[in-house]
């Protein structure tokens, strides 16, 4: 699942706000990552919470990333 969404996201890379080149695209998409892992380490404790936090982090941050 997550291999068919990253070659969705490649396959569509210019249709969306990554169009701006692969540096930019690649340091946002990767500080989403990084915000995703800290919410993540933050909510260690409570593993359902951790993971749904984690989740909608990097969801919204590409998303956000995706259309602007």
Known sequence: MRFAWLAWLVQHFDDYGYSQGLLPSAIGTLA?????ALVWFALHRNRPAALAAAGLTSALGIGWLAFH
């Open 32 to 36: 989403v990552l990084v915000t995703a």
